[in-house]
């Protein structure tokens, strides 16, 4: 046998004598116990640009590795851009909970399923003051630690274009024109067949007067 064996079979000897073999035995042997950690995983759309005056739906969507419980609970929050204190601004716990004061009072609705895992909530009424920062944290206990979802909104007097929508319209032009095209040519090929049938007609009558018109002695 080793030394470093006899050595290791000495120390946890001695540390069964005070009741502590077991986890002095491991600690010895390098032997660490492995615990799946619960964590949630929370998801939203990270920048949101929505119109001055319009209704916008904050999607916020999570995953979990513990089944539902009815201790699940959800928080948005707000940080304005001046980057001062958090803002509540919805709460869910068996049942949604609006404001009862600050800027979102009268201005959200629960939009959420939580059987779909969906914690949606919807802001009306959008104002340039609602710039900023809103958080969307979930809990479902055990599993209560993870991420943290965060939308950054930009409310705007008119929807600016992007290269997306200049894509869109570039392509729907283009469309446009080749059924104009297509439809054009379609038209001459029609008139001129048309045109076609006329003339060969107008010879065959030709032809047939002549074969009737009898012959002067």
């Not at 601004?89 to 969906?118: C, H, Q």
């Not at 919807?122 to 609602?130: A, G, K, V």
């Not at 006329?198 to 030709?206: A, F, P």
Request: one cysteine or more.
């Amino acid at each position: 046998m080793k030394l470093c064996d006899i050595f290791c079979a000495c120390q946890i000897e001695a540390s069964a004598a005070r009741g502590l073999a077991f986890p002095a035995a491991l600690h010895l042997l390098g032997v660490t116990s492995l615990w799946p950690v619960a964590a949630i995983e929370v998801y939203t759309s990270k920048e949101v640009d929505a119109v001055n005056g319009t209704n916008l739906r904050l999607k916020c969507t999570f995953s979990s590795s513990s089944p539902i419980s009815p201790l699940l609970s959800v928080t948005w929050n707000f940080q304005p851009e001046d980057l001062s204190s958090h803002e509540p601004v919805f709460y869910y716990l068996k049942e949604p909970y609006m404001p009862s004061a600050g800027r979102f009072k009268g201005r959200v609705t629960w939009d959420g399923n939580i059987e779909r895992y969906d914690v949606s909530i919807i802001i009306w009424n959008l104002q340039p003051t609602d710039n900023g920062t809103f958080t969307c944290q979930v809990k479902n206990p055990r599993d209560i630690d993870g991420t943290i979802g965060e939308v950054r909104l930009r409310v705007v007097q008119k929807v600016n274009f992007s290269e997306i929508h200049f894509l869109a319209i570039a392509i729907g032009s283009a469309c446009g024109l080749m059924i104009i095209v297509v439809t054009v040519v379609i038209i001459c090929r029609h008139h001129r067949k048309k045109q076609q049938e006329r003339t060969i007609e107008e010879k065959l009558k030709n032809i047939e007067e002549k074969e009737i018109t009898p012959l002067e002695d």
